[in-house]
């Protein structure tokens, strides 16, 4: 996989290759013109002298200049404009790509890397990307240009001068490589540390209600200095690294220049070269050497850009989830909802669910209680495939889970979430999140029978007030208010509930669980609550404990058991004192 | 303005700023020697025919060569010290002010721009500050002297490179604003594109359950297609600049061939000085190339440095004081409420979330907050803490206005457990030594315990040093809030704060914990907040607070408030029929 970055690069660029076709051709032809032109400059010094009064051929021969001047500039320009086009599209693609990516990762990749990191390679990687596209490749073009026109205008003056600067030229370019190779490393290093540092800059920021609470500023500056501090040992390094390239490919170039040029004296004393001659070899090998130069001092760009790329490609690569695409829609739409023998845990060496079995009857309502870490979000993750199982299986009406497509199986279920996710939009997006097309009318509806109306109307804006990131300027019951509602809204076959109400005051749970309780006519319900009215309410209670189902039951016929839920029940009416 | 406060960032590193130029410089002027001694080789040798002294001068030229490249290899290194220190201290800076801004101001400048500013904008400034220092002497250097020598020739002709230059100037500058404000619009849209991807990351349950994530993967692209459409436009501009300034210089030099060719036909001048004279202002146009090449990073530069600068001139809203003048009183009430009125928006139309709320705690008081979603319980909470500062009236903690107290000594009198339980990507034990950064083995322990975290603690393989995710991903919510409490406890507060603190927690733990804190508050005079919505965690309380939109309807023991508030007996009536 050596270069991968490189070539895949290359590929993605691919898609654009009339625009880097153009590209090409604009740098050739500006660069061309403008290299003839300083031909011109010498023709038109020559007709000086011989002019006695007769400006008209200097006349004709600067007319000629000034075109070339103005029409290597417009195709110079051109050139860049497309590089530019080429790049920014190129790393548009990248992006999406990128975005897309992100849709079919399992949910344990979000759960186990930095946000920070990942948007790092969204900005950072991707912006340093597209500068190196960018800048250091229409710098390398109009180098490798220039160097191959000098060269074509050397050799139709003196071979043997050309024979010269083609000597220096592989010296220097080898010193830049080596260099190059050695930057490379600690490149990889700086991108890495960047990656740790813009990760605890995101975890810090956005926590900043805790780090405030706790008085923590000092020792996360601390922290933040430690990796900043790592970042300064290996930037400072990687940036001389690639700052060595240019001084050195210059000594190299300085040294054939004064070797030319003793060694053309020498010459000339024994009359074998003309003084003129070594005027020509000097001016030849300094503009023959000039692009090379420039090629070296773009390689800090392209090594941070080719380090990028590694990154970019590295979260592509990354495995996806197993996509089945058998049948699109439900059978039947009833609602049974069989477990067998499904086997679950998140780490391997510590099994969380083991042979669980359960069979859920249509329009059924099932609390799911149980100590914390019994495993009780567990389950929603499993029935949402937001995880797969291990072993065992899933059925709903039937069909494994597993042969249907993530996106019907979850579209019949309607989910409100333990952590309330709002994003910035309109609070009237926000409920249509899962129904788009609905109508204002559907969305007031949902958000009487959610209890959200009052509040919502109460907001400055009422249904238009925009909400900032993460419901920001709303309490943590309305944000759960606006998450039911979306569920309202959705009206599915099956409803699960992770501790909706949780946060939401007694006198608004009672109103939502009635309207809840007329949304779950007929459809299956999971609830996960540590609510007496919830449980009381339920057809079966599901006990929980260390991911076994150890009881299960209605509430009175739990009691009536004695056991580990009658145990749980009780201690809510322990002693308070 | 905002430069120079930038620029107060390079202090540190003033000897390295004044070197590297300095021997940049030195290399300069090797640069402009090195062809004079060969023009002096080349007429003195081959006119006195002496082999011996070209190779002696060329040794001298070999040497001057070899001090260059010396001189260049210092420039670099201090160049990357300078640099990249300065980005550090530069980073450092940024944190700390953004982690000293109220929530309120970092609600405003926005979560991902902020995280943009600390890591992507410095890192732009970083490498402006490198290109700065390599090349900003020779430039004017080159440029300079190109002029001088071009006036010892011929006065008049050189009025042609005289114009030309304010000529090039104009359009750089001309460019340069422009540029300057479509890469603030880039830049913007970047910070849009952030928040779209930081959504997706923290909402990606929400969004797979609602299987929205095609209408998400369009919101993102019609967001990088916006990013782009920016890019490309900014690219057009900036890509005039290099052939734009090309030409005038161009333009010059056909005027200089012209006026030149007139010249030499009046017998004022040799056409070999016109040859000289095009010579220099090649020389001058390459000098000014490199600064108009650094135009483009430095006009980005200059939009990081307006991002940056705006942190760091964003006042912390919320202004600690130096040290405490007053000594707190034993005998003063733990907590007091004078005539408190609180708005989160600068609203001028008497519209509060807190209205007068008069109300004193004493020392040692288990004190019950209860009220709907939005009644203002929380935000009473965050006043205790000062995250934000009152309209008007006064909070009081032991005696003393919260103003007059540093915010570290305030907020290390509370622990805080929010309603979210935000942990960080580190051990358990580390997440709970977040509360008392040199607490024992024993205390963490403890504290653990008493916050009933203890059990599932010790279920982890690694047990205290078991490694919690980012944003405590790999525990459940109860977990969380369990390690959130221990985090409070361990720095033993003399004000404790349970924001709804129970509402992930099962019954039996819910009830063993608020044991736990009774007997802790028995042993040493703690006073306790439980802000809850069930009546049935606060009922006990020595005196209970009834919020209800903003206002304080009533105070006292429950049995108090069920004969005198019509509120608390409505919350009651309902919970416990």
Not at chain 2, 184 to 210: C, H, M, P, Y
Request: glycine share 8%; charged share 20%; hydrophobic share 45%.
């Amino acid at each position: 996989m050596k270069n991968s970055g490189f070539t895949r690069l290359l590929r993605s660029l691919a898609k654009y290759r009339l625009l880097i076709i153009g590209m090409l051709l604009s740098s050739a032809v500006g660069n061309t013109m403008l290299l003839l032109a300083p031909r011109h400059i010498a023709k038109a010094i020559d007709l000086i002298a011989p002019l006695n009064g007769d400006y008209s051929l200097l006349l004709q021969e600067l007319v000629i200049l000034g075109a070339l001047y103005v029409s290597g500039g417009i195709f110079t320009w051109l050139s860049m404009v497309l590089a530019n086009s080429a790049a920014n599209r190129t790393v548009r693609d990248l992006r999406n790509q990128l975005f897309e990516k992100l849709a079919r990762l399992p949910l344990g990749y979000f759960d186990n890397n930095p946000r920070g990191d990942m948007i790092s390679r969204f900005t950072n990687d991707i912006n340093a990307i597209s500068d190196g596209l960018n800048q250091g490749v229409i710098q390398l073009v109009s180098g490798i240009i220039t160097v191959v026109l000098s060269l074509v205008f050397m050799l139709t003056l003196n071979p043997y001068v050309t024979l010269v600067a083609v000597f220096v030229m592989p010296i220097s370019f080898l010193i830049g490589f080596s260099i190059t190779k050695y930057g490379k490393s600690k490149f990889k290093e700086q991108s890495r540390v960047l990656g740790q540092l813009n990760g605890y800059a995101e975890e810090t920021i956005s926590s900043h209600h805790t780090v405030k609470a706790f008085g923590y500023e000092k020792a996360a500056d601390t922290r933040f200095g430690e990796i900043n501090r790592q970042l300064y040992e290996c930037g400072y390094r990687a940036q001389f690294a690639s700052a060595l390239v240019n001084p050195s490919t210059r000594f190299v170039n300085n040294i054939a220049y004064v070797l030319v040029g003793v060694l053309g004296i020498i010459a000339v004393l024994r009359n074998t070269l003309t003084v003129g001659g070594v005027a020509g070899f000097l001016t030849y090998t300094a503009q023959f050497s000039k692009p090379f130069n420039e090629i070296t001092a773009v390689t800090m760009q392209l090594q941070l850009a080719m380090a990028s790329a590694r990154r970019v490609f590295g979260l592509l690569d990354e495995e996806e989830l197993r996509q089945s695409t058998v049948s699109e829609n439900l059978p039947g739409g009833l609602g049974l909802v069989e477990f067998k023998d499904v086997c679950f845990s998140y780490q391997p060496e510590t099994p969380l669910i083991k042979n669980l079995n359960l069979s859920v009857r249509p329009g059924e309502t099932i609390a799911i209680v149980g100590p914390t870490g019994a495993g009780k979000t567990t389950l929603v993750n499993l029935l949402m495939r937001f995880y797969e199982i291990d072993s065992g299986s899933i059925l709903i009406d039937g069909e494994d889970i597993t042969s249907l497509t993530r996106e019907s199986l979850r579209r019949s279920f309607g989910m409100v979430l333990q952590d309330t996710w709002l994003f910035s939009g309109t609070v009237r997006d926000n409920i249509a999140y899962g129904k788009p097309k609905a109508t204002d009318i559907e969305i007031e509806q949902a958000a009487r029978a959610a209890h959200a109306h009052s509040f919502i109307r109460r907001l400055p804006d009422g249904y238009n007030t925009p909400i900032t990131e993460d419901g920001g300027n709303l309490s943590q019951g309305q944000k759960q208010l606006l998450t039911i509602a979306r569920a309202m809204l959705l009206d599915p076959p099956m409803l699960i509930l992770d501790e909706a109400t949780s946060s939401v005051d007694i006198v608004t749970e009672i109103r939502i669980q009635r309207a809840f309780r007329k949304l779950m006519q007929g459809k299956t319900t999971f609830i996960i609550a540590h609510r007496l009215s919830t449980i009381r309410d339920a057809d079966r209670i599901l006990v929980l404990n260390q991911g076994d189902v150890v009881e299960q039951g209605s509430h009175s016929e739990l009691l009536g058991l004695g056991g580990f839920y009658s145990r749980l029940y009780q201690s809510q009416f322990a002693p308070s004192e | 303005m905002r430069l120079s406060v930038i620029l107060g960032y390079l202090k540190p590193y003033t000897k390295h700023c004044i070197m590297a130029p300095l021997f940049k410089f030195i290399e300069a002027v090797l640069e402009l020697f090195l062809p004079l001694v060969m023009a002096n080789v080349i007429d003195k040798g081959a006119a006195r025919g002496d082999a011996g002294y070209v190779l002696g001068m060329g040794a001298v030229m070999l040497l001057i060569v070899t001090v260059g490249l010396g001189c260049s290899l210092v420039c670099q290194y201090m160049a990357s010290v300078a640099s990249q220190g300065f980005g550090t201290v530069l980073r450092n800076a940024v944190f700390e002010r953004i982690n000293r801004l109220s929530h309120a101001q970092i609600d405003r400048l926005g979560i991902p721009s902020l995280i943009n500013r600390v890591t992507g904008d410095t890192q732009q400034l970083q490498y402006a500050v490198a290109m700065l220092l390599r090349l900003v002497v020779r430039a004017p250097f080159l440029c300079i002297g190109g002029i001088i020598m071009a006036l010892t020739i011929d006065p008049g002709l050189s009025l042609v490179v005289i114009a030309a230059i304010p000529l090039f100037l104009i359009v750089i500058i001309l460019v340069m604003r422009l540029t300057v404000r479509l890469h603030r619009t880039v830049q913007n849209r970047l910070d849009k594109l952030t928040l779209i991807l930081r959504e997706n990351l923290s909402g990606v349950r929400v969004i797979r359950a609602f299987t929205r994530t095609k209408q998400e993967q369009k919101r993102f692209s019609a967001s990088v297609d916006q990013h782009t459409q920016a890019s490309l436009g900014a690219g057009v501009l900036s890509a005039l600049l290099n052939p734009a300034t090309q030409l005038i210089m161009n333009a010059a030099i056909v005027a200089i061939v012209w006026f030149g060719g007139i010249r030499v036909n009046a017998g004022g001048m040799s056409t070999g000085e016109v040859i000289a004279f095009i010579n220099y202002v090649n020389m001058i146009l390459l000098a000014l190339m490199v600064v108009s090449n650094l135009v483009i990073t430095f006009t980005k530069a200059y939009t990081s440095a307006g991002r940056v600068a705006e942190v760091l001139a964003t006042q912390p809203a919320v202004s600690d004081s130096q040290h405490l003048v007053e000594n707190p009183s034993s005998k003063a009430p733990a907590v007091a409420f004078s005539h408190v009125y609180f708005s989160y928006n600068d609203n001028q139309n008497d519209q509060y979330d807190l209205t007068d709320i008069i109300a004193v705690i004493p020392k040692g008081a288990t004190v019950g907050v209860i009220g709907g979603t939005g009644a203002g319980k929380s935000t009473l909470m965050n006043l205790i803490m000062r995250f934000f500062d009152v309209q008007s009236g006064e909070v009081q903690v032991d005696g003393i206005n919260v103003t007059h107290y540093p915010l570290e000594t305030l907020r290390s009198k509370i622990g805080l457990v929010p309603q979210k339980s935000e942990l960080f990507s580190a051990t358990i034990a580390q997440n709970i030594r977040w509360g008392k950064p040199d607490a024992s083995d024993q205390e963490v322990r403890n504290a653990a315990a008493a916050a009933q975290a203890l059990e599932f603690i010790e279920r982890q393989p690694d047990g205290f040093d078991a490694m919690v995710e980012r944003g405590g991903a790999n525990l459940s919510g109860g977990q969380k809030q369990r390690l959130s409490i221990a985090r409070a406890l361990v720095r033993r507060p003399e004000i404790l704060i349970l924001d709804d603190a129970s509402s992930a927690l099962d019954y039996a733990t819910d009830a063993a914990l608020r044991r736990s804190i009774r007997a802790m508050s028995k042993a040493r005079e703690i006073t306790i907040f439980m802000v809850s919505q069930r009546v049935g965690t606060i009922q006990h309380a020595d005196m209970i607070l009834v919020m209800d939109d903003g206002y304080l309807k009533g105070v006292g023991t429950h049995q108090q408030l069920l004969a005198s508030c019509e509120v608390y007996r409505e919350i009651c009536s309902v919970q416990l029929s």
